[in-house]
């Protein structure tokens, strides 16, 4: 079955079923401002990086894009990779068949 995507419409849903009374205050703002992130929010700072200049961009581009990409994607391994195999033998002494 395949994974459905996390949206606000599904994070309401998941409110609504978890409580038998609907939405709590906090829980309905919580959602507002999940939709003003993605909505409102998300275009005024496109408006802002548009209009930006290159440093100031790149900062606010390196800043946003740790919330799809964090720094474990850009962890680069450095230096040789120990590939030597080491062997492990048992032995059982005193055991009768």
């Known amino acids: 079955m395949p994974r459905n995507k996390f949206t606000s419409e599904t994070a309401r849903e998941a409110a609504l079923k978890a409580s038998p009374r609907g939405q709590s205050e906090k829980t309905k703002a919580w959602l ?5 992130f993605q909505s409102d929010f998300a275009d ?5 990086m ?3 200049d290159d440093e100031t961009f790149m900062k606010y581009y390196s800043a946003l894009i740790e919330l799809f990409k964090p720094k474990l994607a850009r962890t ?22």
């Open 44 to 48: 005024r700072a496109k408006m802002i």
């Open 76 to 97: 680069e391994i450095s230096g040789e990779i120990d590939t030597t195999i080491t062997e492990i033998r048992r032995t059982v002494i005193g055991k009768k068949v």
């Open 50 to 52: 548009a209009a930006a």
């Open 32 to 36: 507002e401002l999940g939709d003003s």
